[in-house]
């Protein structure tokens, strides 16, 4: 159970040691980085030697760790120069991120296919906020806490229907929990009505662990001083519970949740919680890979769109100027993901949102562009993928020119946020004085879908694109 929060924000994967020093040059698609796992101690032993998932080629050999059988078929994040320890900050200014030269890949290629993305960065809090004074903070790749009071530490960003995984190690008299679809801002102490709490307890608990609090208790005891993992499904009504890979409870309300943030809970004891990852579900296609139906084209501007005969939808400029596609449907308040590769090196595009229809490229704007800085990629030259054009750069570029990029975008009311290669590098509030135009003010109506052509060097393409409106709270 929590108490009553007051709003506070602190910032967010594991990052293991590196041993390839990596500059500028492009990083080639990996999938053979394996998380690894410690089973000695409260964090275990994290293995001495792992290849940098963006610096390995054919011929490297997969690395070799003990790993926690709960979770060692997963793939694990990008090794970064040095891990930064994080405070149980009062503010909303971002922490300080260490210098890295590489892009993360927290996820495997499969898990990016099917639309994971990675809520903690295994560094920081970014992308979280601490609703009550807790010495929430990273320890080795996990999120700890052990003294303060009873409270959550929430994500900016809430989701409707999804699967969410997440790793958590408790003491043995600890009482947490994983809050789903919790409300932003809880205005009394009952989780029956305003969130659902996935408790972590012991037997003498009247919801041990693996219970509902308040909703089903789960008969058993399940409650372990060691790594577990949760993954959870919230989709409409029903939510099902697996621990380690086990069913232990399925849940149906009468009257449910439709949406919220993801919480982590101190109450007792210490609790720490690592690789904490969220699929959204629902999400139907945008782009039949066949022809521009649902589209709207202009084609009196330069940049032309056509169905590859791959299925991938093209972006390419036919002479001087820009150009755009539109949907013919509005959207406020979504999910959408997708793929886009560029063709050649610092091409620019974008992916704009809540425009005004029919207007030329007249809303918030997710940006397209891979190029950084003196080899350093926390600088991006032109905003970065991903980040919120105009607004809130990138903290991140990641991907590169000329290779398959996937991107997540979720708009929900004034926050806006953005994950690429299933990072988070964007999140930010819109707190301008509302009005009906986003380039004046903060527009909160729905608006169509635009994808951009910057210039006469227009050349990318575009697949999978899914979309998900997320239903009132």
């Known amino acids: 159970m929590t108490t009553k929060p007051q709003t506070r924000s602190g910032l967010s994967r594991l990052r293991l040691v590196r041993l390839a020093q990596l500059g500028a040059q492009p990083?080639?698609?990996?999938?053979?980085?394996?998380?690894?796992?410690?089973?000695?101690?409260?964090?275990?032993?994290?293995?001495?030697?792992?290849?940098a998932v963006v610096g390995c080629g054919p011929s490297a050999a997969p690395?070799?760790?003990?790993?926690?059988?709960?979770?060692?078929?997963?793939?694990?994040?990008?090794?970064?120069?040095?891990e930064a320890p994080v405070s149980n900050a009062k503010s909303?200014?971002?922490?300080?991120?260490?210098?890295?030269?590489?892009?993360?890949?927290?996820?495997?290629?499969?898990?990016?296919?099917?639309?994971?993305i990675s809520l903690f960065d295994g560094q920081t809090l970014f992308g979280w906020s601490a609703h009550s004074d807790v010495n929430w903070r990273v320890e080795r790749g996990a999120i700890v806490a052990d003294e303060g009071e009873v409270g959550l530490l929430c994500t900016t960003t809430q989701f409707a229907d999804f699967q969410l995984r997440v790793d958590f190690l408790p003491e043995a008299t600890t009482n947490s929990g994983v809050f789903l679809r919790t409300a932003p801002v809880i205005t009394k102490d009952d989780v029956t009505t305003?969130?659902?709490?996935?408790?972590?307890?012991?037997?003498?608990?009247?919801?041990?662990?693996?219970?509902?609090?308040g909703r089903q208790k789960i008969e058993g005891d399940f409650h372990r001083a060691q790594w577990q993992t949760f993954l959870v499904?919230?989709?409409?009504?029903?939510?099902?519970?697996?621990?380690?890979?086990?069913?232990?409870?399925?849940?149906?309300?009468?009257?449910?949740i439709q949406r919220g943030r993801i919480g982590l809970q101190f109450n007792s004891g210490r609790i720490a919680f690592r690789n904490v990852e969220i699929k959204p579900l629902g999400l139907l296609p945008l782009f039949n890979g066949k022809d521009l139906t649902g589209w709207t084209e202009y084609p009196d501007m330069a940049t032309q769109f056509s169905v590859s005969n791959e299925g991938a939808l093209i972006a390419r400029n036919q002479g001087e100027g820009r150009g755009q596609l539109e949907t013919e449907q509005k959207y406020g308040d979504f999910v959408l993901q997708l793929e886009a590769m560029t063709h050649a090196p610092h091409l620019n595009s974008g992916i704009f949102f809540r425009c005004i229809p029919g207007e030329v490229m007249n809303g918030y704007e997710s940006q397209i562009h891979f190029g950084f800085e003196a080899g350093n990629r926390r600088k991006p030259t032109d905003c970065?993928?991903?980040?919120?054009?105009?607004?809130?750069?990138a903290r991140l570029v990641v991907g590169d020119d000329q290779t398959w990029v996937?991107?997540?975008?979720?708009?929900?009311?004034?926050h806006m946020a953005s994950w690429v290669n299933g990072y988070p590098v964007s999140d930010w509030t819109d707190e301008r004085a509302a009005d009906p135009n986003p380039r004046r003010g903060k527009r909160l109506e729905p608006g169509t879908l635009i994808l951009q052509?910057?210039?006469?060097?227009?050349?990318?393409?575009?697949?999978?694109?899914?979309?998900?409106e997320i239903p009132k709270r």
């Open 233 to 256: 499904t919230a989709q409409g009504d029903q939510v099902d519970v697996q621990l380690n890979g086990k069913p232990i409870l399925r849940y149906q309300d009468t009257n449910p």
């Open 453 to 468: 052509g910057h210039d006469a060097t227009t050349h990318l393409s575009f697949r999978n694109l899914k979309i998900v």
């Open 194 to 213: 305003e969130c659902y709490e996935l408790n972590i307890a012991p037997a003498d608990n009247p919801f041990p662990t693996g219970s509902l609090v």
């Open 27 to 51: 990083l080639p698609r990996c999938a053979s980085f394996q998380r690894a796992r410690g089973t000695h101690s409260l964090f275990g032993i994290l293995p001495l030697l792992l290849l």
């Open 384 to 393: 970065g993928t991903g980040g919120i054009f105009r607004r809130q750069d």
């Open 92 to 116: 909303d200014a971002p922490a300080t991120l260490p210098a890295v030269t590489e892009s993360p890949r927290p996820l495997s290629d499969q898990d990016l296919v099917d639309g994971w």
């Open 406 to 414: 996937h991107q997540t975008l979720i708009a929900d009311g004034p």
């Open 63 to 82: 690395p070799t760790a003990s790993e926690d059988t709960t979770t060692a078929s997963r793939k694990t994040s990008q090794p970064a120069a040095q």
